[in-house]
């Protein structure tokens, strides 16, 4: 292969719901370019892209895949993503480091919500796009209405750029309205014939074509200045202002396709090859300390890793962009991120699970490598005299979780080491040893992202495991003050055991003023402070604790032992073994002996005063509250309202947002277990979620008791 310098290079992410069709064009556009000698089909699972065998037994996407094309002197790296909102992690970082967006629509449904979701992170990092309406050869197409359903959701920035004869089994013409010629092709597909525009479309095309030229004026002020004096432009100008337009996202070309049948992938190649922008005509990358980094061949060596992939006989595949300088075979670089070095035995270009071995890349070019010993998926590595770092892959909150656990105990190690690599892999997996919920917890994008997960564990590395519903973590607190006290006496022979505290406890909010007196039962008690404490608890939460004691009823070196003894029941709450928070403790009064008192009797009295006191203090279970955002079809919305009701979800707000209906929830997360599956169900798909968490509040009564009684069942048990 060739060495292709950033003028030559265009980096493309393919971004579409699921079943838009973005494996079959690949294939198409693979083999139209000479890349592959005969197409793959998905059926026969013999596809470039989704090639993993989990990804042939579920049938659909689970892995971004790299591949590339050389098209007419320049070179096109493109990559295939998983359309499912469950693999999201895979689309962002690919779009991270490519500079346009490939959005194809399944022309028998329109913009979905994938759309929807794909567009936003678009947004986010300012990436052009262009829209490519596929499966024009189903009956349920209809083309104008998902030119129509664009417009309203994107506006005039969705420029058509052709349009579709027929729709249906007739379809095997297009008007191209940047040529204005009509595009031919036979019943097999392939190459394209160009013919004069017929009559009966002449008015239509040129109505269409006074759009484009007059977008594509609107980027450039010589164009402009064109435009209003002849109101037309050269194809080359037209080219020029659209590529313009594309880089400020002020325009969104659409383009039509029919992947099954290989129609309009040659015109598709020509437009990317001639109008995409090229990887220098982009905005420079920036590193973590603000810096512009420039797409200098001779500059620092400096790749970015974006992802990771594990290959049967291969091991770990390391995909990355070279940010800056040229990447040689042999290169010696040093890992930013983690400090060890590595060097680059070998790197290649790919196309699926073909590797072709090149001897060097230069900026902005992406490639993979294999056997490094110590780099992970967003790690850097420079050469000599080089610092850059760079962190521009934002991934989103999980909001699946599933405690798992290995059927077999004894492979609970095995089972840690496989998530861990796995993590490397897809940084939205997210592995947790909770110590409070006594579980390992996996967090997902939903339901099919842990399916996979289960299903490596078991088909690659051996590994039966079992999904469990995650337990949830309340928080206790009290809602009034009280007082107890306790004496801890142990009498064995020899030294005994002696320690007496007599405490109040009371909420605690932030900014609350110190107390200075308190009435129980008419009985007043002062509180002279000698020592105060506040705790930060790692859960979440405050604990105050004051030391009030006068007459030295209490010696101050047995404090700390009681604030431990009071600590160990916050950790496992009187009520449902849960962690305490927001308390006030005010140890006022208490005896000690001296022989028999030490630290150990003191944390008792302590631990269990503050047990009893707690018991008294009005007590209340709280449970977590999560944010909810969901993103519906307007004809879904009074389904998934009502079901986020019935999850004892309040509704906050509503608002519509490019077309679709945006619901803005409070949901305990007790509801939230399997919500990505019911939304799914409920709305065939077309709907997404995302969920943070807000806060903690009071779990209703009935519900209190129940978790109460679980509670002492266990105990007793």
């Not at 980096?11 to 139209?32: R, W």
């Not at 980027?219 to 659209?242: A, C, P, S």
């Not at 010696?332 to 090149?358: H, M, P, Y």
């Amino acid at each position: 292969m060739k060495n292709y310098s950033a003028h030559d290079i265009k980096n493309i992410a393919l971004l579409g719901n699921d079943g838009s069709g973005k494996t079959t064009l690949t294939e198409s556009l693979l083999f139209h370019a000479g890349q592959i000698q005969r197409r793959g089909r998905i059926t026969q699972k013999n596809t470039v892209s989704d090639y993993f065998p989990v990804e042939q037994d579920y049938g659909y996407s689970v892995f971004s895949t790299p591949f590339h094309v050389e098209w007419k002197g320049k070179k096109l790296n493109i990559i295939d993503c998983p359309g499912s909102d469950d693999f999201v992690g895979a689309a962002m970082s690919s779009l991270a480091v490519t500079d346009t967006a490939l959005l194809l629509i399944n022309g028998n449904f329109g913009p979905e919500v994938g759309t929807q979701n794909h567009f936003r992170y678009t947004e986010k990092l300012r990436k052009p796009v262009i829209f490519l309406v596929n499966q024009l050869d189903s009956d349920q197409c209809d083309y104008d209405q998902v030119l129509e359903q664009l417009q309203m959701v994107y506006g005039s920035k969705a420029v058509p750029v052709q349009y579709p004869v027929k729709t249906g089994a007739d379809f095997h013409e297009l008007i191209d309205v940047i040529l204005m010629k009509k595009l031919v092709w036979s019943p097999e597909g392939g190459d394209y014939t160009m013919e004069e525009i017929p009559a009966e479309e002449r008015e239509r095309a040129e109505e269409m074509h006074k759009a484009l030229v007059e977008a594509a004026a609107e980027n450039d002020e010589g164009l402009m200045e064109k435009f209003f004096e002849t109101e037309q432009l050269t194809e080359d100008e037209m080219r020029e202002g659209i590529r313009k337009g594309m880089v400020t996202r002020s325009i969104f070309p659409v383009f039509c396709v029919c992947a099954g049948k290989n129609m309009g992938v040659g015109r598709l190649m020509e437009f990317l090859g001639n109008v995409v922008p090229f990887v220098d005509e982009m905005p420079a990358e920036h590193n973590t300390r603000g810096e512009e980094v420039a797409l200098d061949p001779a500059g620092p060596t400096s790749i970015y890793f974006f992802k990771t992939g594990v290959e049967p006989h291969i091991g770990e595949v390391q995909y990355f962009k070279v940010m800056s300088g040229t990447v040689h075979e042999g290169d010696d670089l040093t890992n930013a991120d983690r400090g060890s070095k590595e060097r680059l035995g070998q790197i290649f270009v790919c196309a699926g699970s073909q590797r072709e071995k090149v001897e060097q890349l230069e900026a902005g070019d992406v490639g993979c490598t294999v056997k490094l010993k110590d780099v992970r998926t967003g790690n850097t590595l420079n050469a000599k005299d080089c610092d850059h770092k760079f962190n521009f892959i934002k991934y989103p909150n999980h909001k699946y979780t599933r405690a798992i656990r290995a059927v077999n105990e004894a492979e609970t190690e095995k089972m840690m080491s496989a998530l861990t690599r796995m993590r490397q892999e897809d940084p939205t997996w997210v592995v947790e040893q909770s110590k409070e919920l006594r579980q390992i917890l996996v967090h997902g994008q939903g339901e099919f992202h842990l399916r996979t997960l289960k299903w490596r564990l078991e088909n690659l590395d051996k590994i039966q495991v079992q999904f469990e519903e995650q337990r949830i973590p309340y928080r206790e607190t009290i809602t009034k003050a009280a007082r107890a006290d306790y004496r801890h006496k142990k009498q064995s022979g020899g030294a005994g055991q002696f320690g007496e505290v007599h405490l109040i406890v009371e909420p605690y909010y932030d900014g609350m003023e110190d107390p200075t007196v308190y009435n129980f039962g008419g009985q007043e008690i002062r509180v002279n402070i000698k020592g105060k404490e506040e705790v930060n608890l790692e859960w979440g939460g405050k604990l105050v604790f004051i030391n009030s004691v006068v007459g030295g009823a209490i010696d101050a070196r047995f404090m700390p032992a009681i604030l431990k003894g009071v600590m160990s029941r916050l950790e496992q709450g009187p009520l449902t073994g849960s962690y305490a928070r927001d308390v006030r403790v005010v140890v006022y009064d208490g005896k000690m002996h001296p022989v028999d008192s030490n630290e150990l009797s003191f944390m008792l009295a302590g631990r269990n005063a503050f047990s009893q006191a707690f018991r008294e203090a009005g007590p209340k279970v709280l449970e977590p509250i999560y944010d909810v955002e969901v993103f519906v079809p307007s004809d879904k919305m009074g389904d998934v309202m009502s079901d986020l009701q019935g999850r004892r979800g309040m509704v906050v707000g509503m608002s519509s947002e490019n077309g679709y209906e945006k619901l803005q929830a409070k949901v305990p997360l007790k509801e939230l277990s399997s919500y990505s599956t019911t939304l799914s169900s409920l709305t065939g798909g077309r709907a997404s979620f995302i969920m943070k968490f807000a806060s903690y509040e009071l779990v209703p009564s009935d519900l209190q008791q129940k978790l109460i009684a679980e509670n002492q069942q266990k105990d007793e048990e």
